[in-house]
């Protein structure tokens, strides 16, 4: 649905965007993860056909966004970073305004624009003026005009931004909802967003691309080992000298020590489940065992092993 | 066309949201009052006086005088109050960041300019509609002496000049997305446009005459003395094509800036 070919895109000085190339399949939810400054913004709004890339090429449902530029618009749904949204209207207003502009026939403009507000859940502030909303509520209203000429695409900058937690369950929910049924691009800073929305997640660094996969294979992938943390009442000397004993194990740690429990991340080779081995060596030194569990390298810890490398 | 529409609804929405376009009313319809009134009396004042004595060679026409005077004041006036209109038509959006999103929505940029183009020309139309009482009040005083004929043909005048001084407004703003910084420079660049005509007998030759041309009063002349020439409207009409046109330009380059 959307093809992105070795972009590229300065600002002055500033390379923004380094042969970025990646592709997006109809109906699949894609996720945009990098630090700021990364490019994601910026890679957002060549795609939308805000501005054009200084090399490269985008095409979004098979049309090239700088040639068609049009007919690319008329595909894709929008919500830029901050939501900017004309502050002197009233939110009904605002929103019957952008289904003009969007070209949504003139007799279902009422019934899109009530049901649109329905979704995001601003259908009680409809006569408020939108700069004196909340920022979460300008969010949702943000979210509205993406939403409303039901386009098949949809890009979304930092969608969660300012919205409460209730909210941003609702949120994600509802882009959830929408997989499979729309094309949608999101950033985000919040990576279990990712792993729960998404079912591909970029990582961008320095306007490069740092890892492409599924939330669950680039844990996998990048996971250079397995730890496992045990709790238990044992003498410091014996244990370390018991666990390095064991086949796999790679390293020790002791990280807390409390009325003689001790806290232990035991590291061990990839593909190696350590825990029945560490168990059975601990009860049969005659050890009171407290706890015992593997420990998940998180996306977060993915995400900085990455844009922390060189 | 749709779209026109739709921009022109809500940039009129705007102005009547914000007390901008009210104050602008209230002083526009003072100031111009005040000068009406000021050109009847000194009218009656000058004929009572040329009656007195024949050798000022009988009276000058009525209409022509005492409009051609208005339409002077008042295109002073509205010169100073189009940047006020116009200088929030682009700037805004800019600094606000919902020029992203009217630019990524299926419009054409060429619909944007014209909806805030005609937006604003409408506020200044309907100031100059609410003078209609103006002749109707100098029918009242001078009775047959009025010829609308003229009136009307110095509205047309005058409301071109506007359309021309929107114009350059609306560019000015597309070049900043600092409202303040639009307002001044489209004050400054009218007021200049405005009296290069007066070089007109300073330079010799074919600069003075270029000058003379460029002159946006120059052009309303004709008008206030009744007549219509095709040459003048004409300018004042290539004058907007050519600022509409310019200042698409600049909101292109502004996309290949980022
Ligand atoms: N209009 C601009 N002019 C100059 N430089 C810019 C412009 N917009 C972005 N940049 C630069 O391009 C780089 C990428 O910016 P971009 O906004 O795409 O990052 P981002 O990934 O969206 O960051 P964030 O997470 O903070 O939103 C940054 O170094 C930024 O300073
Ligand atoms: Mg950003």
Redesign the pocket.
Known sequence: MITVENLT?T??Q????DKVSFQVEEGEVLG?L????????????IITGFMPPTKGRVTVGGLDVEKDNLAVRRLIGYLP?NSPLYWDMDVQGYLHFVSEVKGVPRKDRARKVREVMEEVAVTDVRNRTVGKLSKGYKQRVGLAQALLNDPPVLIL??PTVGLDPKQIIEIRELIKSMAGKRTIIL?T?ILPEVSMVCQRVII?NK?QIAAVDTPGNLTERLQTSRQMEVIVRAPEKDLEQKLRALPGVKGIQISHHENGVLTVVVDSEKGKDLRPAVAQTLVGAGWELYGLRAIEMSLEEIFIQLVTEE | MGNTWAIFKREMRAYFISPMAYALYVIFLLLSGYFFTVGISYYAHYSVMAMQAQQYGGLPPFTETVFRNLFGDVSIVLLLMVPLLTMRLFAEEKKMGTMELLLTYPIRDIEVVLGKFFAALAVIGLMLVLTFTYPLLAQYVAGDQMEYGVALSGYLGLFLEMAAFIAVGIFLSSTTENQIVAGVISFGALLLIWAVGWGEELVSGAIGKILAQLSLLNHFEDFSKGVIDTGHVAYYILFCVFFIFMTLRVLDSNKW??
Do not use: C, Q, W
């Open positions: 895109k600002y002055g500033v390379r923004a965007l945009f990098g630090p700021n400054g990364a490019g994601k913004t910026t890679a957002m709004r970073e900058d930092e950033s800073h961008i306007g | 800036r980022g």
